[in-house]
């Protein structure tokens, strides 16, 4: 893959510590972050390369660090009591994985994760492809939304019912790369490779360049056949990610506004790039923009393991059940979903086949043969969105309501619309038990999660 592997050495401590998230004269915000930055330290290898990441907890509480989208081994994928113990505070946990894929990565905790991800412990894990495509600048952009009080401190309900039972922690101040953004400098000309990572909690961006015609050529770190957005927007559930190549096809002294239009009726200006005096060329570059694939076994659907997945529960949801119930086909209204409303009792909000996770050891829901491809014929049968997450593997997205998807793309996250049918593949080639959920964090405390279990023989060094 690459000609000189090497093992690289990175700490990350998280503790409390403060942001200058809004600009003055309003206070800085009292936050939990990794080595007083936020984001976290940018950690940058190549792919090949081995990462050694020892983690010392500063924080008062127990904590862990799952390395989003990275495909380890199951012991280094940061799951406290599934994976490993949480690290307590004061202690240390030293991580150690390959760089297996290329691509945008981030790192967070998924220990009290609506808490500790939603004060600001995340960072960017950026894996450089052997040969980089070309581009004049790289920038990486990591979202994050905020709900602050008047003096700019981070509001203290986490974990409300309401939040819990609709769309989440969504707040009232976005950040780009921990502050309120202000204008960003590009030149006529430029090509940037930009990196997005949404790490809030709830937030749903649909970012819309204007003009600048983005061109997607990754998502969720895998490469993806470069393209066009669809409807113009390059929409983003929380973890997910996306490259993106951008010419800057404007005039010196233009303006840009980002514009973030997910929510109907609550669009608003995300940030403006600012064209300076002195372009950088003339025209765009011609450079190519596709990325080499990543090693990923290839999913073979002839003689895969199909399961079927349905996600139900919060506010609306028997209404939804009741409504696609009635269109199931097996005659009844009372078929599947209509059983599946008899089991949604317990403490959850939030249901996987009928099941909330709440505890902390949980029966996997499915055991995957290690080896197999497995296709996961996902619904949501509920009001809202939810952006579902599998660790240890990337999954193709082969159809959205029957429909084949036009790339089937390489995803870690696929965020579902309200009713919407997905179908993903993937080869279960990484042994052990993996969270399923959805990252919505508020949804994943109220239940929506579970674990996959691939089985096979573990292979040890
Ligand atoms: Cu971003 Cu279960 O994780
Ligand atoms: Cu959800």
């Known amino acids: ?3 000189n592997p090497q093992t690289r050495g990175f700490r990350l401590s998280p503790a409390p510590g403060l942001a200058r998230l809004v600009p003055e004269p309003s206070q800085q915000t009292p936050v939990w972050c990794y080595d007083d930055r936020l984001p976290g330290p940018e950690i940058r290898v190549r792919q090949g390369d081995r990462l050694r990441v020892v983690v010392e907890n500063g924080l008062e509480e127990d904590t862990t660090v799952h390395w989003h989208g990275v495909r380890t081994p199951n012991a280094m994928d940061g799951v406290p009591h599934l994976t490993q113990a949480p690290i307590a505070s004061g202690e240390a946990f030293s991580y150690e994985f390959d760089a297996v894929d290329a691509g945008t990565f981030w790192y967070h905790p998924h220990q009290n994760s609506t808490v500790q991800v939603g004060r600001g412990l995340y960072g960017p894990l950026i894996i450089e492809e052997a040969e980089p495509v070309r581009a004049d600048r790289e920038l990486t952009w ?3 939304d905020w709900r602050l009080t008047r003096d700019a401190a981070i509001s203290d309900d986490f974990g409300s019912r309401h939040d819990l039972m609709h769309n989440g922690r969504v707040g009232n101040t976005v950040t780009i790369n921990g502050r309120v953004p202000e204008s960003i400098e590009v030149h006529a000309g430029e090509r940037v490779r930009l990196r997005l990572i949404n790490a809030a909690n709830a937030r749903i961006f649909a970012l819309d360049f204007a003009d600048l015609e983005p061109v997607v050529i990754a998502l ?4 993806v056949t470069p393209h066009a957005p669809t409807d113009g927007l390059v929409t983003l559930g929380p973890a997910m990610r996306a490259d993106l190549m951008l010419d800057m096809k404007g005039q010196p002294g233009n303006r840009v506004t980002v514009v973030d239009r997910f929510y109907k009726g609550l669009e608003y200006r995300l940030v403006d790039l600012a064209y300076a005096e002195t372009p950088l060329r003339e025209g765009a570059p011609g450079w190519p923009v596709e990325l080499p694939a ?4 290839e999913p073979e659907l002839r003689g895969a393991i199909r399961h079927e997945v349905t996600f139900n529960g919060g506010m609306m949801g028997q209404m939804v059940m009741a409504e696609m119930g009635g269109s199931m086909g097996d005659g009844s209204s009372g078929g599947m979903m209509g059983n599946m409303m008899n089991m949604m009792r317990g403490d959850g909000i939030w249901f ?3 099941k909330a996770a709440t505890g902390r050891v949980m029966d996997p829901l499915l055991t995957l043969p290690r080896g197999r491809t497995c296709v996961l014929a996902m619904t ?6 939810h952006p579902i997450h599998l ?3 990337s999954f193709r997205v082969l159809s959205r309501n029957d429909q084949p998807t036009a790339h089937r793309e390489w995803q870690d996250t696929v965020l579902m619309a309200p009713r919407e049918k997905v179908e993903i593949a993937f080869v279960a080639d990484n042994p ?4 399923f959920h959805c990252h919505i964090l508020e949804h994943q405390a109220a239940g929506m999660m579970g674990v996959i279990r691939v089985s096979g023989e573990e292979e040890r060094p």
């Open 432 to 435: 052990g038990d993996w969270m």
């Open 1 to 3: 893959m690459l000609a």
């Open 220 to 223: 969720d770190g895998q490469p």
């Open 142 to 144: 990591m979202l994050d």
């Open 352 to 354: 996987i086949n009928g």
């Open 294 to 297: 990543n090693p990923l076994a």
């Open 391 to 393: 660790h240890g593997h």
């Open 380 to 385: 949501n049968a509920t009001a809202w969105h």
